[in-house]
């Protein structure tokens, strides 16, 4: 899997690019991803994203730092996070969820806003490759 993260929180902006080894199980359209962090501060963190009809995304990390966020059309949900500098929740709302996956592989991308109190935080993009290994 090759995950390549662009954040805008607040005017700071970064890119975060991970290749890593992740399962895959499901179908097309209602899906999970699971890979384990292998370095940096989430490093032995367990996430799991379930993708549901294209329109729904569950992200569930859990180890020394838990989250839990929903992104969905149309929604905003509040999120909970533990990180290095404490624990805080976001408003989440999604801009756009595309997946295109087979059995095989594909692609992911979702862009969401974040805001504490409705007050604007930052954008985040997630674009998610798979690929089925070669044995």
């Known amino acids: 899997m090759k995950m390549i993260t662009h ?3 607040e005017g700071d902006k970064e890119v975060i690019e991970m290749t890593t080894v992740a399962d895959f199980s499901g179908d097309s359209d209602d899906y999970f991803i699971t890979y ?3 370095d940096g501060e989430l490093k032995g963190c367990k996430t799991t994203l379930h993708v549901e009809n ?3 995304i569950t992200i569930l990390r859990e180890g020394s730092y838990n989250s839990h966020m929903i992104i969905e059309k149309n929604s905003r949900h509040m999120s909970h996070h533990t990180t290095p500098y404490g624990s805080f929740s976001l408003g989440v ?3 756009d969820i595309e997946s295109v996956m ?3 592989g594909g692609k992911l991308n979702f ?5 504490v109190d409705l007050r604007p935080m930052g954008e985040i993009e997630f ?3 798979i690929a089925q ?3």
């Open 102 to 104: 087979t059995q095989k």
């Open 36 to 38: 384990t962090d292998d």
């Open 133 to 135: 290994r070669n044995i």
């Open 93 to 95: 709302s999604a801009l």
């Open 127 to 129: 674009d998610i490759t």
């Open 7 to 9: 954040q805008d929180v």
């Open 54 to 56: 294209g329109s729904c």
């Open 111 to 115: 862009r969401y806003t974040t805001d």
